[in-house]
């Protein structure tokens, strides 16, 4: 007799039919009850009002996570053409007309439905701060020109204003943090170095500040639940076209009509005027009396004198607190990894310096020891698509950030290493625009968001094999139902 297999039973196959039914019904609602929502983005776009050029980001986030954890991404940029808008204060319309290339641009990138809700903003910086010192109603018809331009667009403009310097810092500080993810969970944070035309900025957390030495330095932010006192300081006149402004200031006292400067290379020859050289309030108080109109500026390449001559742009003479980095301003013991960014990196990336971890104090100084000495007719023809006033100053901008660092902040050889030459983090330009975005539009919220304990991926195969688990404990719950499997002893 041919033995009937146990599972052919009508009552099992109706049962198996069931479960196997049941579990698909019940994995399909979990899938679907739980699956993100399709995305759709939002978008938000800043403008950064440098002193050498401005510059449009547009930031990407999905819609339903704005004020969550959700990722906020640069998505494009756009280098507006021409100067910074504080070289318009002869021309101000100018300065707005010089910003519709990059605002054609925008429109094109976020999507048509999206523009009246996109918050557009301009924030500007240290080549504006300078103007408005110089000649506040030529900054004020610069920015009326620019917000003329603003308030054109689609996008739902939310003013043009300047940054402070500690807004400038702090915004370059969140930025960095943001996009490496140590806000969200509470991990060491990196200090930031921005270093711009104008003006320059540092910003870390010292566990030994609390702000109340130097309170002007103080930024407290509560972010995700966490707490922290920030010490940041912006160096006005600092940044390196204005340091380069004070350093041939330093050698242009004797109003003679030609200098032989260390920190271009030999070979190197151009006629400048002095008006336009000391036309900043960097270096206007210092313009020597019986100037002739122009000098003859004349490199010879020799980084140890260049650098005696940017050191003394810095002041080490007075500090009235327990620590000082220079000019009488407080700063108290550097702490953590930094990320140098902007001109940083543009000048140690052209200088093939970016790599801390092989290029040591002692190689960044033999590196500029040469390359300052390399004739100019050899750098020209080596790089002929560089930027020729970028190509003639890499030797006093390498110099002048080697001796901000050390002389100025106090790096040693020792935590040299501790500071990373960056330009973007994952796939974002580091600088203070997105810092400042995600403020402006309250995105980084003061507490911890309730998150999900488990993850969606995790939250499926939970509920999928616990599925099949209780269906085969259902199937073993019946055994006492299933036909006698082994042959029964015949008795004759
Ligand atoms: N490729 C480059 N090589 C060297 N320097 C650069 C390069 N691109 C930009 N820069 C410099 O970076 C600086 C950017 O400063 P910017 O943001 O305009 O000024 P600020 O932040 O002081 O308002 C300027 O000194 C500019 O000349
Ligand atoms: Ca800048």
Redesign the pocket.
Known sequence: MKEKNPWHTPVTIIITVIGVIAIVALVTVAVLQNRPLLQKYKYGIVL?A????TALYIYEWPAEKDNNTGRVEQTHSCKVKGP?ISSYAAAPWKAGESLRDCMREAKLQVPKKRHHETPLYLGA???MRLLNKEDSSASDLVFKAVEETLQKSPFSFQGARILSGQE?GAFGWVTVNYLDDRLKQGLETTGAL???????QISFVSDNYDGSESPSNAVTFRLYGNDYNLYTHSFLCY???QALRMTLAQQTQGSSSEISDPCFHPGYTDTRNYSVLYDSPCVSSRKPQGAPATFIHRGIGNFQQCQAFVKSVFNFTHCKYSRCSFNGVFQPLLQGPFGAF??YY??MN?LNLTDTSIHSLETVKEKLTSYCATPWDQLRQRYPDV?IK?LA??CF?GTYILTLLTEGYNFTSENYSNIKFIKKIKGSDAGWTLGYMLNLTNMIPAEAPDTPILPHASYVSIVSIMAIVIFFLFILSLRPLWPRCSKQPQIV
């Open positions: 950064d440098g002193s050498s050029h910074g910086t240290a080549g400038e921005d270093l711009g035309g104008a003006s320059t940044g390196k076209d902007s001109a543009f000048v052209f930027k970028y100053e890499y901008s």
